[in-house]
T-cell receptor, first 115, second 112 residues
């Protein structure tokens, strides 16, 4: 298992429920990213961690979205009080270094459907 | 105007032909550029990165970068049906921490 892994792969939530999405980056990768991909669109940046520090959360769409990476490895993206517009694929990516030209490698994604 | 523009396609090419995918971007400060391939229902897969003006070749793939024109392209030689996918152009934003800005992707269809 050398790649980025995410769980669950699929999540169905009722409007108003809270969800938590998990990402396991490639071992040793310093940088971790969350992106949101709507159908027919490219991924959109949500937030960035370098080790345990959240350096950029400018893409989080509202204060219902929260991400953490407490020990600098596994990360969790939490969405509170889900809304229908939150339905999307949530992609996690990791990069070996914190350098700005680092290549990012994506996990399989979590498809979230909010009913 | 979107920050990264791609023709949505579909771009249809016969097997064995050269497929040419284009991308323009608005951030003049960007220095790093990437092409990802995304099969339907799958996640993006990195296929090329390019940082300097000119061409970069890797197997059947050639990435071309012209920073003055803010233009990136991907050529796929000897196209195969297995190349049929959506190709995403990504630009590393100059204004944030390693944030990739993606285009909406170009759908490529290679027919036998």
């Amino acid at each position: 298992g050398a790649g980025v892994s995410q769980s669950p792969r699929y999540k169905v939530a009722k409007r108003g429920q809270d969800v938590a999405l998990r990402c396991d980056p490639i071992s040793g990768h310093v940088s971790l990213f969350w992106y949101q991909q709507a159908l027919g669109q490219g991924p959109e940046f949500l937030t960035y961690f370098q080790n345990e520090a959240q350096l950029d959360k400018s893409g989080l769409p509202s204060d219902r979205f929260f991400a953490e990476r407490p020990e600098g490895s596994v990360s969790t993206l939490k969405i509170q009080r889900t809304q229908q517009e939150d339905s999307a694929v949530y992609l996690c990516a990791s990069s070996l270094s914190g350098r700005a030209d680092g290549e990012q490698f994506f996990g399989p994604g979590t498809r979230l459907t909010v009913l | 105007q979107k920050e990264v523009e791609q023709n949505s396609g579909p771009l249809s090419v016969p097997e064995g032909a050269i497929a040419s995918l284009n991308c323009t971007y608005s951030d003049r400060g960007s220095q790093s550029f990437f092409w990802y391939r995304q099969y339907s229902g799958k996640s993006p897969e990195l296929i090329m990165s390019i940082y300097s003006n000119g061409d970069k070749e890797d197997g059947r793939f050639t990435a071309q970068l012209n920073k003055a024109s803010q233009y990136v392209s991907l050529l796929i030689r000897d196209s195969q049906p297995s190349d049929s996918a959506t190709y995403l152009c990504a630009v590393l934003s100059s204004g944030g921490y390693n944030k990739l800005i993606f285009g909406a992707g170009t759908r490529l269809a290679v027919h036998p």
